[in-house]
């Protein structure tokens, strides 16, 4: 009886974590989320070191979320270049 309840307990838990974790499965694997990275993940974008890195995340929280991601061009120091070696990695979902 002790070994069912736990195991009904267990289920019940990965249930409730799949419903949470399933909408981070469905988003494209690989991609970064401009409005949501942290430095360290804004850092494996091609052409984006620490400084830029930075740079990025202050803008987003002063000027809110990006729109689209060219709008990653409006952080000083980005262009089109960068955004166009990152164009298949980057979102702003």
Do not use: C
């Amino acid at each position: 009886m002790r070994k069912t309840k736990r195991l009904a307990f267990l289920s019940i838990a990965v249930a409730i974590v799949m419903v949470f974790i399933g909408p981070v499965w469905a988003t494209d694997a690989g991609k970064i989320n401009l409005n949501k990275a942290t430095v360290e993940e804004l850092i494996q974008l091609k052409g984006i070191g620490q400084k830029y890195a930075e740079r990025i995340v202050e803008f987003r929280e002063k000027n809110g979320p990006f729109k689209k991601t060219e709008d990653l061009m409006n952080v000083p120091g980005i262009g089109q270049k960068i955004v166009q070696k990152n164009k298949d990695t980057i979102v702003v979902e």
